[in-house]
């Protein structure tokens, strides 16, 4: 079974400062379509998770630019250019190479300073 | 736009099966380029994806080991919706759970749409 850890766990951020936030997967997620299997969501205080990035670096329909997913095999991150007030929440990576089996990151709480 | 509306009651009482339901809107349940999947937040935050649903010409069922014995997620075609069932109920089941689309046209898109939520608690 695949093994997420992510960190840090929480992050204080400054707006108009970049953030970044780090994910480890216990196996290999590069498929041999070359595709690694790697989401970011972010779920907003309140709110249901939504979709950042998918398969590591693609940035879902309507995510700011200042979003940005790397990486490769088991080491992934996820930048944020310059971090806004409403990018506040608990971020997960979640691998999807184990489909249909899916398996979240603990979470990094991100909170402004 | 997709809209999956969840419905369902809040509160099961122990050794009882918790029923959901999940309506798709602006999308059909037998899309062939989705699944449909079950997944619930613990009180501490984590997320556990739990099951899906998926129409490849026939519909197949993949199930989380933790709870494959209890579990059951059904397609009801007439009324577009997705059904999650979970007998036996324990407190340890008391959680936010959410209905999600994974979408995977020409290629893998992520969840990309995902329920409100419904909160559920087993308690007496």
């Not at chain 2, 999947?37 to 197949?60: C, F, H, M, T, V």
């Not at chain 2, 059904?83 to 407190?91: A, E, R, W």
Request: aromatic content about 10%.
């Amino acid at each position: 079974d695949f093994v997420m850890t992510q960190s840090p766990l929480s992050l204080p951020v400054t707006p108009g400062e970049p953030a970044s936030i780090s994910c480890r997967s216990s196996q290999s997620l590069l498929h041999s379509d070359g595709y690694n299997y790697l989401d970011w969501y972010l779920q907003k205080p309140g709110q249901s998770p939504q979709l950042l990035i998918s398969l590591g670096s693609n940035r879902a329909s309507g995510v700011p630019d200042r979003f940005s997913g790397s990486g490769s095999g088991t080491d992934f991150t996820l930048k944020i250019s310059r971090v806004e007030a409403e990018d506040v929440g608990i971020y997960y990576c979640m691998q999807a190479l184990q489909s249909p089996r899916l398996t979240f990151g603990p979470g990094t709480k991100v909170g402004i300073k | 736009q997709v809209q999956l509306r969840q419905s369902g009651p809040g509160l099961v009482k122990p050794s009882q099966t918790l029923s959901l339901t999940c309506v798709i809107t602006g999308d059909s349940v037998s899309y062939n380029n989705a699944a449909w999947n079950w997944i619930r937040q613990s009180p501490s935050g984590g997320l556990e994806w739990l099951g899906r649903a998926n129409y490849r010409s026939k519909w197949y069922f993949d199930y989380a080991v933790s709870v494959k014995s209890r579990i059951t997620i059904d397609v009801d075609t007439s009324k577009n919706h997705v059904s999650l069932k979970l007998n036996s109920v324990t407190p340890e089941d008391t959680a936010v759970y959410y209905c999600a689309r994974v979408r995977a046209d020409a290629y893998y898109k992520g969840m990309d749409v995902w329920g409100q939520g419904t909160t559920v608690t087993v308690s007496s």
